[in-house]
């Protein structure tokens, strides 16, 4: 028997199928493209998230056969618009659109930052889902009057799927609509800013069943991608952290109570398990640095982290900052900027390299230091994404955050913490912290580099002077 676990990406639709041990049966994909119609926008065509899912389901279906059940993540906060006969009304606006800063403002002046983040556990960013709705009311009035129903982009794929409108606290959490602490929906938020309960769907647990299938198969309400990311590497209470080396960089503690940071630095969310929440710090670009530098220079990725080796720690004295595309831990800015600081000579191109590195680590060390105020300094962490496939990469990352970090089976975490929600409402297994207990298993360990630790210390301190720095010269 088999769960199925669908994470929606942004540049693809993601599956594996799963085993009641945690095998992997089988794995698919599906891509599609991102529009960037004007400078800072990013859109999607939802039906291009639907015939993706089409074609993930038949490639498993085909190599394991007929689910038990089926479980959904993907991408946050990103707002997808429907019309009374749930027809898509304009083109998802996603989470990497920066469009709507003036709206941010708005919600924080009408509400009140302090009040904000008690009720959302967050400020207002450009990537929530309420201030693209606002945005979509200032500027597009036509549409904004059709609105019937919101979805987030795994949603509409249930929807598609089973014909329901539901979503779950984990993934809503990230639309600035919520009472994350009461794990509802605020009258609050919606009353302030003069949006209808109407539009919102279900909200339900991400273990709890939303609809079934044409064939009968459950579907689980699943999670946004970081909270069934954390699922898949086994962080589904306080304990071990999860950091993500993705195209954005994440540090993820588990919260065994709803906690918001004062000045809303990091995110305070709902877990994907019941009555948990969890702290996140956010690197916008972590992967995605390297994956600009790398079709900057020539050079395979292996190549080019083999060349980071041959430099120490610290690349003497070189710094990179990798605010590339704004940032939001723990500077909510997204117009901060990247840059290279403390070139000399010396300098090649392994050196960028290891700066690189460095830099995203430094960045994550930051969100790790505002997490772990609220949840307590973790004794292990992790690791998972594309990133983490690096040994150099990961070697400098543990010995920056200074903890034994710790591999999964399963680079595409999301897709597994989905198919174990879809095990769940498919009695594969009785609940989200048996599935994980059967199935994650931590491979080998990568501890900090004991010689390295006091150069990046030092380093790190120059690394958290340069934001203040550059910011003063725009």
């Not at 594996?16 to 529009?35: K, N, P």
């Not at 969100?367 to 983490?388: F, I, K, M, N, Q």
């Not at 790190?460 to 340069?466: N, S």
């Amino acid at each position: 028997m088999s769960a199925f676990g669908l994470d929606i990406g942004t540049s693809a639709v993601k599956g594996l199928a799963l085993d009641d041990e945690g095998r992997i049966l089988a794995v698919a994909q599906a891509g599609y493209e991102l529009s960037t119609p004007r400078p800072g926008w990013a859109e999607q065509d939802p039906d291009d998230w639907w015939r993706a899912t089409v074609s993930v389901l038949d490639q498993l279906r085909a190599a394991a056969g007929n689910p038990r059940g089926i479980g959904l993540s993907g991408q946050m906060h990103g707002l997808v618009a429907l019309d009374a006969h749930d027809r898509v009304l304009r083109p998802a606006i996603l989470w990497n659109d920066q469009r709507t800063g003036a709206e941010c403002a708005e919600i924080e002046a009408a509400l009140g930052l302090e009040r904000l983040i008690a009720l959302t556990g967050n400020r207002a960013l450009p990537g929530f889902t309420a201030p693209k709705l606002l945005w979509l009311r200032h500027n597009e009035p036509d549409t904004f009057g059709r609105v019937a129903r919101i979805l987030l982009p795994k949603d509409y794929v249930r929807l598609r799927l089973c014909g329901e409108h539901a979503t779950d606290v984990a993934d809503a959490s990230g639309t600035l609509l919520l009472d994350v602490a009461a794990r509802r929906w605020s009258d609050e938020m919606l009353d302030a800013l003069a949006f209808d309960r109407a539009w919102l769907p279900e909200l339900l647990e991400s273990e709890q069943p939303s609809g079934r299938t044409p064939d009968g198969v459950p579907v689980a309400a699943g999670a946004g991608d970081q909270a069934a990311g954390a699922l898949g590497v086994g962080v589904v209470d306080p304990g071990p952290v999860s950091v993500v080396l993705g195209t954005s960089g994440v540090v993820f503690t588990a919260l065994d109570s709803f906690a918001a940071d004062p000045q809303a630095r990091v995110h305070a969310f709902c877990h994907a398990v019941p009555d948990t929440w969890h702290a996140m710090g956010v690197v916008l670009s972590a992967g995605g640095s390297l994956h600009w530098l790398h079709a900057i220079v020539d050079g395979d990725y292996q190549r080019l982290t083999a060349e980071a080796g041959s430099w120490p720690p610290a690349t003497e004295g070189l710094l990179f900052l990798p605010y590339l595309a704004g940032e939001r831990t723990p500077h909510a800015d997204p117009d901060a900027r990247g840059a290279y600081v403390g070139l000399n000579l010396r300098h090649d191109r392994g050196a960028l390299v290891r700066a690189l590195l460095e830099g995203v680590a430094f960045a994550l060390r930051d969100s790790l230091d505002l997490t772990s105020e609220l949840g307590g300094h973790p004794a292990s962490g992790r690791v998972s994404g594309g990133g983490a496939r690096s040994d150099e990469w990961v070697r400098i990352l543990a010995s920056v955050l200074e903890l034994p970090l710790q591999r999964v089976v399963v680079d595409e975490a999301a897709a597994f913490g989905a198919a174990l929600l879809g095990g769940v409402v498919g009695d594969v297994w009785p609940d989200v912290r048996t599935a994980v207990a059967a199935t994650v298993r931590p491979q080998e360990t990568i501890e900090p580099e004991p010689d390295w630790v006091g150069p990046y210390r030092a380093a790190r301190e120059r690394f958290r002077a340069l934001y203040p720095a550059l910011r003063a010269c725009r």
